[in-house]
């Protein structure tokens, strides 16, 4: 493998140095009254952790000058070229893709050079690329592969994203109405939530004005959403999608792609000396008919973050967690997802940073999103970040979303590991 | 790390046919799973988490796991969709197998569901696109309209799987009569299961060379028909495995290589830059897949094959390439009796993807098959015990391939023998 040779095997990594980071990092975060660092090592966890040694985000944009072959490969190589790895270490590749998004029937089977798939155990995960990335973890943790690469992405220029939504819909009693799209979806779930919580148009506003500031901050970011003198009567005053959705609290869909390499926890030490860890994942499906669900909460965001946290050993969110990127497909569902999670309530405002990246909003390349959430966590955990970086983050958590509404939501877990 | 035992622990069909239209979609998986929740003696509450997969395009409905959730009882519980066009069914028995081997808390038992309801879309469309969406770039590049219909004949698995027989007839010296010989086994087998589509009990040889032809060497008595149907497949743990059946059965090997897409031939003419009867993809995942389970000797060691082969070539030059027969000898072995259901090497004896193909669900099927013959619950029963077999399926444009080896015997002891 083109691995960097690791000083010494984990098992030896004398403890003096391991208990000398969170000191240091305590003094970084000294404003923030959260005990933290060492914590992660104390946590009592119920999975083994998996590796994320390198990731590549292509910058998103309304109208990408590659085709989706080269957004493929441009992400399968960058993470590739990122981890000093070649093609040949690679065991097995997950895609997400999905056919009609990509107009064409088994959207994985042209891809199979583009992303360096070829002579390798493939497969195709047809939802979020958090869901990839999930499918590429079973993977590693079989023990059946060394180093996975998950890819996903999708190119909203060469498609209707809209007229595809409505293929999504019960096809007896919902489709020939032509009423439910993602959009008036989108519309109920704010409404819902205003009035169950009494929550204003203003206060979710705010939410779409704090992502689109975020993405200024993020070079990555959709050049459309970097706005950093955005107001509030800016966002209320653009144009209605569905009431009371305005335009500028949508994460419109885009062109973009991105791709994660996994590797199981020894290969990954010697691989990288700043591999992330994924240390926990839920996820979990919720009924699909609006008119049976309380579209004001997120019942399958809540069992997701239950097997997640269970799975990392967290057991208090609000004090464990530096750091969330929440896959949001409107303004409103940042707060629904976060009070779901357990970091804030719809009277209380989260104490801990959710998406300074700009969530969906800053980029939502659909299949690629999630895998996107991911990627900042892990940038946010190696001091990667940049302009958005938050001091001292040790423990993020990213999701991801499939189906109207957030109907499937996925969570996962991810820490720093000791420096060696 | 090494991943848990996986188990599968029981399988359910639902009735195929050319047209379910007494059913929708949901309704149609709904019964399947009935089925198999009933092979396996248990209810739903006893499933953790779902694996589904289907041909997307083929019914028009885009993530249809999202509006069949209740169909499949996966309300609140976790679920992943996986699709790979004609080897979905592989893909998601992969899947399912992966879900329990990794070990995520809370994942002990999954429910696997693949399916199509073919007469809800058009299947020739579907499988159009699958060259069609290459089209802008190519009018780009200034591809006329004649080559451009070819195309969409190349998409087609009928134009490709042409190609393909004509070079695998060339290498073998199969004949025709060869070919019919493989599809009157397979519709004869068919008969003896309850759930298959063409029940052809009294099918001959010469009955099936004179209807024409469709494409040569392919004749209408041929090819796979287009059905509708649903599959469902349980995996569990080893220590679960026991309660709901008291023949586990174990998947030791899973793969799933995939060759290039260049077999269908950059100009988009279907004439092929490599010999589409080659079949890397699935010669390296049977080195994979046996590799993984332990065995050396996969021609003496497998007892049960379930082959992916919607037409009669394909099923021999595939029991070649998994190294169950040596090569250009497959149709030797049909001449001979090696494959029927009291052969030495049975094959397909569901009647398989040629007597029955809800695409979706026909690469489970597979497994499902192979799975219940070892537990001696399949429709057509082979007379002697079934220890070891293998569930393939093949998709894309030839490109793609999935393999599992499945064992009456645990991975381990595998290991000791081997």
Redesign the interface.
Known sequence: MGKKKSSKPPATKPTAKRAAKPAAKEAATEKRTRPQGGQASKRERTMERVGIVGYYQVKPSMDLQMDRYEAAFTAVRGALDGAKLKRKDLTSVVSATNDFYDGRTISNCFTVEASGSYLKDETKVEMDGAYAVLYGMMRVLSGNHKLVAVWGGSMASCFPYEVTSLLSTDPTFERSTELLNVMTAGGFQMRSYMNRFGVSAEEIAKVAVKNHQNASRNELALAESQDESITLDKVLGSDPLSSPVTDLMYARPCDGMACILLAPEQQALKITDHPIWIAGVGYSQENYYLGERDLSKSRSMEDAAKMAFKAAGITDPKKEIDVAEIFEHFAHEELILSNAIGLSEPSSPSSIPINPSGGAISGNALFATGLVRLIECAKQINNEAKGHQIDGVHTAIASGQVGFCAQNNILFVLEGGEKQ | ???RQVAIAGAGFCEHASKRSDV??AEMVHEAVENCLKNANCDISSIDA?VN?N?????????P??????WMG?????????????TTGG?IG??G???V??????IDTVLVVGFEHQS?GDTSV??A??A???TS?WTKLGLSMDKMTRIFGAGAAIGISSYQAINYMKRSGATEEDLARVVVQNRHNAAKNWYTHLKMPNLTIEEILETPFISYPFRYGMVTPASDGACAVIFTTEEKAKDFTDIPVYVNG?????????ILGYSGSGACQLDPCEQ??AV?SAK?AYS?AGISFPEKEIDYAEVYSPLPTQELQWLERLGLFEENTAHLRYRDGTTAPNGELPVNCSGGVNSTNSIGASGLERIAEAALQIMGKAGNQVPRTVHTAIGHSW???I??VTLMVMSDQQKRKWKGVA
């Open positions: 790390m090494t991943g929708n979609m779902f997969g041909m997307p395009g083929f019914e028009g409905v885009n993530l796991e999202l509006w069949m959730t209740d996966a309300r609140n519980k976790p679920l992943l969709r996986v699709t790979t066009g004609g893909s992969i899947a197998y992966y879900n081997t990794a070990g995520i808390p809370g809800c579907g499988l696109s699958v069609y969406a290459e770039i899973v793969a799933s290589v995939s060759n290039e897409s260049a890397i993809g390296e994979l993984q998709g894309g444009v490109n793609l």
